[in-house]
Structures are given as C-alpha cells and as structure tokens.
C-alpha cells in the first residue's frame, strides 16, 4: 500500500489530469447556463493544489485533504470554489478527528451535508450535490470503484432534466432544462479520476 503521501501525490496528479482534458468541455457546459468559466476556474484550482504539493508532503492524510479544500477555496472562485473547497475541509477535518477505524462514507456524508449548508441546496436543485448524494450511496454500500464512478457519471447526466435553483443557472429558469449542469460533471469526472487511481494503485 502507498503512503499517505504517494496517495495524495498521485490523486492530485490524476484529478489535474482529469480537469485539464476536460477544460473546455466543462466551459462549454457552463456557456450553456452560465458564465462558461467553470472549466477555467477548475484548472486554476487544480493547477494551485500541484503548486502546493511540496507543502503538503509533510502532512498526515485528512491534514493534506483539509489543506486542499482551502487551496480550492482561495483558487476555484465562482461558486464551485466555496463548494468543493468546503466539501474536502469537511473531510479533512471529520477524518482528523476520528480514530482510523471509523468509515469514510460517515466522514463524506458529513462533509456533503456541510456543502448543502454551505450552498443553501438540496438534492435536486441542479448542483453538485446532485452527484455528491449518490456518491454516498454507493459508499454506504461499499460498492467497488467502477460501480462508484459509473453512479457519478450517470447522476451528472441526470441533471439535465432538471431546473436550476441555484447560483446563475437559476435566473435561466426553465431554460437550464435540457443542460448538463457543470458543477456536477465536474464532480463526475473527478470522482471517475479518483477511482481509477485507486483501483489501479491501491489494494481494494
Ligand atoms: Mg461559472
């Protein structure tokens, strides 16, 4: 098994990865019922945490992933920045403050909840929560890796049925009808990135 510090490099890396080859994509998405900067903003946050990875060599796991979430919050911007940097603290921090033993699907749960707070959103507001949620599911259930990520990238596609309710998108009204929203294929595609790194790199 990697050390925490090999696991954190190497998930950086594969989620950097991940939302550069997907830049423009995610713009696009965003184009559509935004301001079309959500694949900028992604990039520039994931570019801030490998700049940073020096710093974050010299720390335990839940303390690397809370100094991520604040790295993200300073470098997202928008609205995604506030979301995913909140989301990451909260984990960091639930698994900090716990014993080893206790289950990541208690500490993400309560991370989620903490980025519904922080969004004033639910499920079905159109929102990254919207992956969020059914990533919990699959955790409760300890579903494998691909069955994980496959539940991410299907709950970001079902977004596009529903109305905005928050954020710009939510001005659009029943125009953001028919559109993917982009904070949740963001989700989708880093949850995807994230289990292919495990899968390949950890035991399961
Ligand atoms: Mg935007």
């Given at each position: 098994?990697?050390?925490?510090?090999?696991?954190?490099?190497?998930?950086?890396?594969?989620?950097?990865?991940?939302?550069?080859?997907?830049?423009?994509?995610?713009?696009?998405?965003?184009?559509?019922i935004?301001?079309?900067?959500?694949?900028?903003?992604?990039?520039?946050?994931?570019?801030?945490?490998?700049?940073?990875?020096?710093?974050?060599?010299?720390?335990?796991?839940?303390?690397?992933?809370?100094?991520?979430?604040?790295?993200?919050?300073?470098?997202?911007?928008?609205?995604?920045?506030?979301?995913?940097?909140?989301?990451?603290?909260?984990?960091?921090?639930?698994?900090?403050?716990?014993?080893?033993?206790?289950?990541?699907?208690?500490?993400?749960?309560?991370?989620?909840?903490?980025?519904?707070?922080?969004?004033?959103?639910?499920?079905?507001?159109?929102?990254?929560?919207?992956?969020?949620?059914?990533?919990?599911?699959?955790?409760?259930?300890?579903?494998?890796?691909?069955?994980?990520?496959?539940?991410?990238?299907?709950?970001?596609?079902?977004?596009?049925?529903?109305?905005a309710?928050?954020?710009?998108a939510?001005?659009l009204?029943?125009?953001s009808?028919?559109?993917?929203?982009?904070?949740?294929?963001?989700?989708?595609?880093?949850?995807?990135?994230?289990?292919?790194?495990?899968?390949?790199?950890?035991?399961?």
């Amino acid at each position: 098994m990697q050390s925490d510090q090999a696991l954190i490099a190497g998930l950086i890396e594969a989620c950097r990865e991940a939302i550069a080859q997907n830049a423009e994509h995610l713009c696009e998405l965003d184009s559509a019922i935004g301001d079309g900067d959500h694949g900028t903003n992604m990039r520039r946050g994931c570019d801030a945490v490998c700049a940073e990875r020096q710093n974050l060599s010299g720390l335990s796991f839940p303390e690397a992933v809370e100094k991520i979430g604040i790295t993200l919050v300073m470098n997202i911007g928008g609205a995604a920045g506030p979301l995913y940097g909140t989301l990451l603290m909260e984990i960091g921090r639930e698994l900090r403050d716990r014993d080893k033993t206790s289950d990541f699907a208690t500490a993400f749960e309560r991370a989620v909840d903490a980025v519904a707070r922080r969004g004033r959103s639910r499920s079905g507001d159109k929102t990254l929560l919207d992956v969020l949620y059914p990533i919990h599911a699959e955790l409760t259930r300890r579903a494998a890796l691909a069955d994980i990520a496959e539940r991410a990238r299907l709950s970001a596609d079902r977004t596009a049925p529903m109305r905005a309710m928050r954020g710009r998108a939510a001005y659009l009204g029943d125009r953001s009808i028919g559109h993917v929203d982009p904070g949740a294929s963001s989700c989708a595609l880093l949850t995807a990135a994230i289990c292919r790194y495990l899968g390949e790199h950890r035991a399961a």
